[in-house]
T-cell receptor, first 110, second 115 residues
C-alpha cells in the first residue's frame, strides 16, 4: 500500500538559513498534518491543512509557514533557522481520523 | 488544551509475558485515542485506535481499553516478542476530522522485550 512520502529525508542547514520540507500524502487523503519531534521527545503538532486550506495551528513558530497545493502535497517553509529547530519533522495524512505518518525529515541546523 | 500523561516511561518484560501501558487525558472533548509504535529513525506507526463510544478493542495480540469517565486508556500487548521492542506513544484528539484534530501525544514508553 502507498504510504506518505517526505523529502528530503535528511537536511543540513546553517543558522539563519531557510529550509523547505515536502510531504506527499497517501493518494485520496485530503488532510495533512505537520509534527516536530525533538530528540527523545514526543511529536508536537505544528499545523494542519484540509482541502488546501489551513485548518488548525499548534505550536508552530512565526518563522515557519506551510501550505497545501492543488495536488494535496504540502510544504513546510522554515526561515531564520535556529539550532533549536534541529529535529525530526513528520507529515501525516488522513481521510477521516486515522493519521498515517511519513518517514520524516531529519533537519540538522549547525 | 489537552494534556496526555503516559506511564511508565520505560517497561522491561520477559519475552512471552504481557505488557501494559497506561495514559490519562484531561480534555473531556477528546474522543479519539490512537496508539503509535515508533522504531529508531522511523515515523510513528499506527497500531490500534479506539473511539469514545467503545470501551475495548482488540487486534490479535494488541488490545486497547478506554474508561471515559476516568479519562484513561491503556494498551495491552500479550505474548510479547522481540520485535515488539520500540517506543510506544498514546495520543488523544477530538477526532472530528477536517484537520481540526491535531494529536496530543504522551511522552512515550520505551518497551524492552528481554529474550
Amino acid at each position: 500500500a502507498a504510504g506518505v512520502i517526505q523529502s528530503p529525508r535528511h537536511l543540513i542547514k546553517e543558522k539563519r538559513e531557510t529550509a523547505t520540507l515536502k510531504c506527499y500524502p497517501i493518494p485520496r487523503h485530503d488532510t495533512v498534518y505537520w509534527y516536530q519531534q525533538g530528540p527523545g521527545q514526543d511529536p508536537q503538532f505544528l499545523i494542519s491543512f484540509y482541502e488546501k486550506m489551513q485548518s488548525d495551528k499548534g505550536s508552530i513558530p512565526d518563522r515557519f509557514s506551510a501550505q497545501q497545493f492543488s495536488d494535496y502535497h504540502s510544504e513546510l517553509n522554515m526561515s531564520s533557522l535556529e539550532l533549536g529547530d534541529s529535529a525530526l519533522y513528520f507529515c501525516a495524512s488522513t481521510l477521516v481520523s486515522e493519521q498515517y505518518f511519513g518517514p520524516g525529515t531529519r533537519l540538522t541546523v549547525t | 488544551g489537552e494534556n496526555v500523561e503516559q506511564h511508565p516511561s520505560t517497561l522491561s518484560v520477559q519475552e512471552g509475558d504481557s505488557a501494559v501501558i497506561k495514559c490519562t487525558y484531561s480534555d473531556s472533548a477528546s474522543n479519539y485515542f490512537p496508539w503509535y509504535k515508533q522504531e529508531l529513525g522511523k515515523g510513528p506507526q499506527l497500531i490500534i485506535d479506539i473511539r469514545s463510544n467503545v470501551g475495548e478493542k482488540k487486534d490479535q495480540r494488541i488490545a486497547v481499553t478506554l474508561n471515559k469517565t476516568a479519562k484513561h486508556f491503556s494498551l495491552h500487548i500479550t505474548e510479547t516478542q522481540p520485535e515488539d521492542s520500540a517506543v510506544y506513544f498514546c495520543a488523544a484528539s477530538t477526532g472530528t476530522g477536517g484537520g481540526a484534530d491535531g494529536l496530543t501525544f504522551g511522552k512515550g514508553t520505551h518497551l524492552i522485550i528481554q529474550p
